[in-house]
């Protein structure tokens, strides 16, 4: 897959396989991570990588999941994440930090993408909490998490036409509100 093909493809995924990630792949995402721009290549970001089975239960019952599905949802049992990649700030006096978090974190996805692996970057998550369970020392800060797994949910853009809420069909399908190309490009005058 080029990486246009895999930016186009990539979707947050809600949904996994209960299908283990094996180690060096994870390696690969982050290695990914650890090649993004970084501000003055300051390379402030750390990465803690979990994919023990106990663990990643324990951080699943950090994570809010899907704010515009109604009812409240969340992955039952068979569908939670098989692996996390906690995105870690060493230096938050870097006023650029959030930026290389962000290339960072779209390198992991797009690599995951790359491999079959369905990823989504979580931001509404107990940053407390997940340090006090990864005993990360106190001078870190927890950022966001990634989740990842084999996929188990199809995904598809749809034009953003009112609403940038998505939401799921009777057959489950996740249908993405995404703005038009010709909506929010401007060639050499606006």
């Given amino acids: 897959m080029d990486v246009y093909d895999t930016i186009l493809s990539r979707r947050s995924i809600r949904r996994f396989q209960q299908k283990s990630i094996d180690n060096a792949i994870l390696k690969k995402f ?11 290549n300051l390379q402030p970001l750390e990465y803690f990588v979990i994919n023990n089975k106990d663990l990643c239960s324990k951080i699943f019952e950090t994570i809010s ?7 409240k949802w969340i992955p039952n049992q068979e569908e939670r994440p098989t692996a996390y990649i906690v995105m870690l700030v060493r230096d ?4 650029w930090y959030i930026r290389d978090v962000s290339l960072a974190s779209e ?9 079959g692996i369905g990823s989504c970057i979580l931001c509404k998550i107990d940053r407390d909490k997940i340090k006090e369970i990864l005993k990360i020392p106190k001078e870190y800060i927890v950022d966001s998490v990634i989740a990842l797994g084999y996929k188990s949910e199809k995904c598809v853009v749809e034009d953003l036409i009112d609403s940038v809420e998505y939401w799921r069909d009777e057959n489950q399908v996740l249908h993405v509100p995404k703005r038009k190309l010709e909506d929010i490009i401007h060639m ?3």
């Fill in 65 to 71: 999941w899907a704010g515009y599905i109604k009812p």
């Fill in 30 to 40: 982050v290695n990914a991570a650890r090649l993004a721009p970084s501000a003055a």
């Fill in 107 to 115: 390198n992991i996805v797009l690599a995951a993408e790359e491999n």
């Fill in 92 to 95: 938050t006096k870097n006023p």
């Fill in 188 to 190: 050499n005058e606006f």
